[in-house]
């Protein structure tokens, strides 16, 4: 069974950054694609960007090019995304999902990241 | 960036009722539009892929569309647990891009 877990909840500092983890099981991210997607409170789905966990490869919204940074451990079968220069507006639930058999079959439950002072 | 636009952005339907959302697609985005369904405080669930093809375990009453660069989700017989917000995708060309979605309530 393919599952994706996510990391705890985060609360984070203006100006600071998290990095949020997306571990995989029961598949090998080797041969997917990586995506992230955000939802504001209240607010719909948002894509991020994505990452080749193969190769590394990423691509972004435009207007999360200096926001998030996707890498990924193949070793340990886990996709990462890190938030930099947090500000109130990044407040959000943040879901990783993957793509096999076509786009996002798999999401994991979502993490919680709110900033405040 | 390919622009989505998803009607209506809520409704209301009694159970029984045949009920249709629609995604208008601002360039041609061939078959690469999926449906998800969100329920409070839970993760989209994929209901549709490739414009008609019904994702794994997701019940037959529900089915996808395409007429020209309209795309639509029906639901044939509405259930008390679709209640949700429903989203489209599409997936053709980066960034990739979401409807704004369609709360669907019971009347």
Redesign the interface.
Known sequence: EVQLQQSGAELGKPGTSVKLSCKVSGYNIRNTYM?W?NQRPGK????I??IDPANGNT????KFKSKATLTADTSSNTAYMQLSQLKSDDTAIY?C?MSVA????Y????VMVTVSS | DIQMTQSPSSMSASLGDRVTITCRASQDIGNYLSWFQQKPGKSPRRMIYGATNLAAGVPSRFSGSRSGSDYSLTISSLESEDMAIYYCLQSIQYPYTFGAGTKLELK
């Open positions: 995506h997607v719909g789905l948002e894509w960007g994505r691509i972004y919204a435009e879901f999902a076509t786009d996002f079959d999401w994991g439950q979502g």
